[in-house]
């Protein structure tokens, strides 16, 4: 009897297990097949062949993207550009040695998780990241970067760390993850320091020399006749643009050393400032039959708060760079309007030349920028060939009075376009 029942319990127990078998199979034979690199083979092969070489297929998978990513991980490492990945709770997950460097990054190891912001106290870095998740895009970003040491980890290190200027580019990654390239800017920006401060230095040394020549020449100009007294006065011709280069050179040097201290603001009237301006190139818009056309939609006196002779030098920018360019018994036009809400007052100065070359437009207001020569020399004589420094020192200065400037083609003259944007005047307002 107790044999009897050990029988049934054993074929009990394997009924089951067949059946289970059974179902195993069922369950596991449709993943199987379905799968690209099984389904030639699922039905010459057993179950157990095809799960083991499925585990070897995977494992030889697995090998190969961890060996993949081990080189990335190297390339990237060895990268002279820095970046750095966080995940969507903004953790930092990588970084190579050239990011740790630049950012200062020395209390973290890869594999913990702490949040960017703990490592690298940047409120753009920040707001990039953020702005690159809310837009679903890459962006790029530049900004001045201030290293702040870790009392923990230099306790004795100054505060008062040198500033960087960096660029950034950001990519968005799946699971709201970011890469941001960082690019480090301070040798260019140091650079073109030491180029101004050289350059400064030039100009400062050509200014006695060329004061000498121009007295002597102006000596020798009643004692010359006939052909020496020509060459005598084309050479004060070249020693006075010479002269003109080396004060907006200097001057311009001065304006972005002093900023603001050099404005002694008023309240100005801008229809009267404009109309000065305009008068004192009266004699050469003559000569062309050039003539001044005002407009503005507001009929009382539009003031705006600012230094008269620095905003009269920039209109007497604007104003002659139009006369040079505009044909005989031409028109500039001056449109002014005024958006209250914003505070805001615009002014578009419209000639009716041959505009500017689109390549020229980004670099514009760039030092010494000499663009397309259809614009620059052709037709001018070369006392009123320009410096290259109007431009760059009209931009200073409007941006000194919290303004700004921008450059177009004019869409129904064809003309140059300049777009400047000062604020309004105010009661509160004061510089």
């Known amino acids: 009897m107790d044999l009897l029942t050990l029988l049934i319990g054993v074929a009990i127990g394997f ?81 190579n040695q050239v990011c740790r460097d630049l950012l200062q990054i020395d209390r973290w190891q890869e594999g913990q998780l702490r949040l960017l912001l703990e490592l690298v106290r940047s409120y753009e870095l920040d707001q990039l990241i953020e702005q690159t998740r809310l ?32 660029r950034a580019y950001s990519t ?67 020693v006075d643009r010479l002269k003109h280069f ?32 305009w008068q004192r190139l009266e004699p050469l818009a003559q000569e062309k039959q050039v003539t001044l056309d005002y407009q503005s939609e507001d009929n009382n006196p539009i003031l705006i708060n600012g230094d008269r002779d620095r905003l009269m030098q920039v209109f007497f920018n604007l104003f002659d760079n139009s006369l040079k360019y505009s044909p005989t018994q031409g028109m500039v036009h001056v449109i002014v309007k005024s958006f209250q809400e914003q505070a805001l007052l615009q002014i ?19 030092r010494l920028y000499r663009g397309d020569p259809s614009r620059t020399r052709q037709g001018l004589t070369q006392s009123r060939q320009g410096s290259g420094l109007g431009l760059a020192i009209a931009k200073e200065i409007i941006e000194l009075h919290g303004g700004s400037i921008q450059a177009e083609n004019d869409g129904q003259t064809g003309g140059a376009c300049l777009t400047l944007s000062l604020p309004l005047i105010s009661e509160n307002s004061s510089y």
């Open 135 to 166: 837009e679903q895009a890459g962006q790029v970003k530049e900004w001045n970067f201030y290293p702040f040491p870790d009392p923990e980890e230099s306790p004795n290190q100054s505060l008062t760390t040198k500033s960087l200027m960096l």
């Open 348 to 366: 578009k100065i419209i000639d009716q030349g041959s505009g500017f070359n689109l390549i020229d437009l980004p670099h514009l207001f760039d």
């Open 246 to 277: 080396v004060e907006n050179w200097l001057d311009l040097t001065q304006i972005k050393e002093k900023s603001s201290q050099l404005l002694q603001c008023e309240s100005v009237n801008l229809q009267e400032l404009i109309c000065s301006s």
């Open 15 to 95: 009924g089951i297990g067949a059946w289970e078998r059974f179902r195993l199979k069922n369950s596991l034979r449709p993943l199987l097949t379905a799968l690209p690199d099984t389904s030639d083979v699922a039905n010459s092969l057993s179950l157990t062949s095809l799960v083991r070489r499925e585990i070897f297929h995977l494992s030889e998978q697995c090998q190969q993207a961890e060996s993949e990513l081990t080189l990335w991980k190297s390339l990237l490492d060895q990268a002279p550009i820095s970046y750095l990945w966080v995940d969507g709770e903004n953790n930092l997950v990588q970084c």
């Open 172 to 238: 968005i990654l799946p699971q709201q993850q970011v890469v941001v390239f960082l690019e480090n800017l301070q040798p260019l920006v140091d650079l073109s320091v030491q180029r101004d401060r050289a350059f400064s230095d030039l100009t400062h040394e050509l200014r006695t020399p060329l004061t000498g020549i121009a007295l002597v020449a102006e000596t020798l100009h009643d004692r010359l006749q006939g052909t020496e007294r020509k060459w005598l006065e084309q050479m004060l011709q070249e």
